[in-house]
């Protein structure tokens, strides 16, 4: 689809399979049918997030949801909606993870028969859980770099096969079931909130959020949240029209998209919203927050919306009402690490520098003691190269106790008798490092 059509108001939206309105009564007629099929997740108070904003924040966890994603709404809305004769000819989807999940439940619960395109860069966990949801009635094809590279071969596979597609977010029935989080979380907060603040990737959450707060909760604020790294609506919004971004960070897969979508794209277009990019190394720290304090496993994606409290672009009053989404917990543990490091980088208390150590006894020992602080911590020591006899560069990585110990380092550095040069964060060996 390429857009929206209007309807008679009240109506659901779903009664048509081609060009489909998105409304909030669409909204409440994909809760009724989502009852039962899918959890309702808990709202949850947040003490950390309340004591740092002055306001009071709830988490809507849908990390907790039956595929541990908000995915399960929309994908099951729309298939829900299938007439029998659609249903046998089986559905296809692409999906950086979390939407396959919601398919595979989905085709599992209906008793459809689909396949779901990957990216290479789904992580294992996720991969495991589609095929564990999914049980015999999904199939998993894994290709591609990225959701987009996996949406063009679902593509090609829905003309071929006459499969449905099962759209992530560019479909009226997908928006109207990821819509129900919001409508699910007001109705327990029991009163409109002040703020509801919503992770960006294709945009089928947010529009399906700023649809129905529209009607039912106008004087709500939204705050939308993208990766800095893969800011595919704000070029869109730039532009006027959806764009696709040549080149994206995949570090926060589920919202890693080049182009947002033809049918979510006019209806954020036309909302009142503010919309933020959040730095990829921000979401780590609030990812290990989230773990460390709360208690709480959120994948990369999931966290981006919590993560944009801290930033100075966003403006909270003390004693606001804030709805944050914390839209999925499907983290790989083997990302701890990156996560650790991005966190550690972004805080500014990891570096790295290259080392022109002198190639004499004592060398290392002078520099240990003359530019490494009580607190500094030497965590990557790696010799570049030997060709000199006098001279041997290192790629050293240090991490500091406190981010203001760094100008004390850069000082001794400056005064020592090793020629050293800091990495850029910007630089292409930098790239090279995370």
Known sequence: MTGTA????????????????????????????????VSTTPLERNAR???????????????????????????????????????AAGV??????????????AC?????????????????????????LGGGMIEIIIGGDTYDEA???????????????????????TIAGQGTVIREAVEQLGSAPDFVVVPIGGGGLLAGSLTWLAERCPSTRVIGVQPAGAASLAAALAAGEPITLEHIDTFIDGASVRRVGDVTFPIIAAASMQLVMAPEGR????????????????????????????????SIPAGATVICVLSGG????????????????FEERKHYFLVDFPQEPGALRRFLDEVLGPNDDITLFEYVKRSNREIGPALVGIELADASDLPGLLARMEAAPPRIEKIDAASALFRFLL
């Not at 989230?290 to 944009?308: C, H, K």
Request: charged fraction near 25%.
């Open 6 to 37: 209007m309807h008679e108001p009240g109506r659901d939206s779903t009664e048509h399979s081609g060009a489909l309105c998105v409304d909030a009564a669409a909204i409440d007629a994909a809760a009724i049918r989502l009852a039962g099929i």
């Open 49 to 87: 997030l309340s004591a740092a904003t002055g306001a009071e924040v709830w988490l809507k966890r849908e990390d907790l949801q039956t595929v541990r994603s908000y995915k399960a709404r929309g994908a099951h809305n729309l298939i829900a909606q299938l007439d029998a004769t659609t249903r």
């Open 92 to 105: 296809v989807a692409a999906s950086a993870g979390n939407h396959a999940q919601g398919v595979a439940y």
């Open 108 to 132: 599992r619960a209906l008793g459809v028969r689909g396949r779901v395109y990957l990216p290479r860069t789904t992580p294992h966990q996720k991969q495991d859980r589609i095929a564990a």
């Open 151 to 173: 949406a063009r071969a679902a593509a090609e596979d829905a003309r071929a096969s006459g499969a449905t597609i099962v759209p992530a977010f560019d479909d009226a029935r």
């Open 283 to 314: 979401v780590c720290s609030e990812m290990l927050s989230l773990y460390q304090v709360d208690g709480i496993i959120a994948e990369p994606a999931g966290a981006l919306a919590s993560a944009a409290l801290g930033m100075d672009e966003v």
């Open 330 to 345: 499907n983290n790989d543990v083997s990302r701890y690490a990156e996560i650790i490091e991005r966190a550690l980088v």
